[in-house]
Nanobody, 114 residues
Framework: VQLQASGGGMVQAGGSLRLTCTASGSIFGINDMGWYRQAPGKQREMVALISFAGIQQYADSVKDRFLISRDNAKIMVTLQMNRLKPEDTAVYFC?????????WGRGTLVTVSS
């Protein structure tokens, strides 16, 4: 499985960004897709996940601000990030879980200035 992410960048606090990630390759069997992030000096943490059936999970820190969605026909997941905060600054990684294995995309940097 190969994952191609796009949409990172720099925004002021309170602004919005959208991340997208598209899977290709051995896509049969992909269930959960979503995003993790890693801030400087911190461990990678789950941001949001969505199952093939559309069940969503969010980190408490992003609930009510971020929205994850998925297009199964395009094998694409989107993360709409609203009311961004400086503490959301991190490298965001797309993940796809396929038959028990995790596949990661290259990170995309999100920087939120105060």
């Amino acid at each position: 499985v190969q994952l191609q992410a796009s949409g990172g960048g720099m925004v002021q606090a309170g602004g919005s960004l959208r991340l997208t990630c598209t899977a290709s390759g051995s896509i049969f069997g992909i269930n959960d897709m979503g995003w993790y992030r890693q801030a400087p000096g911190k461990q990678r943490e789950m941001v949001a996940l969505i199952s093939f059936a559309g069940i969503q999970q969010y980190a408490d820190s992003v609930k009510d601000r971020f929205l994850i969605s998925r297009d199964n026909a395009k094998i694409m997941v989107t993360l709409q990030m609203n009311r961004l905060k400086p503490e959301d600054t991190a490298v965001y990684f797309c993940i796809a879980q396929n038959l028990g294995d995790d596949f990661w995309g290259r990170g995309t940097l999100v920087t939120v200035s105060s």
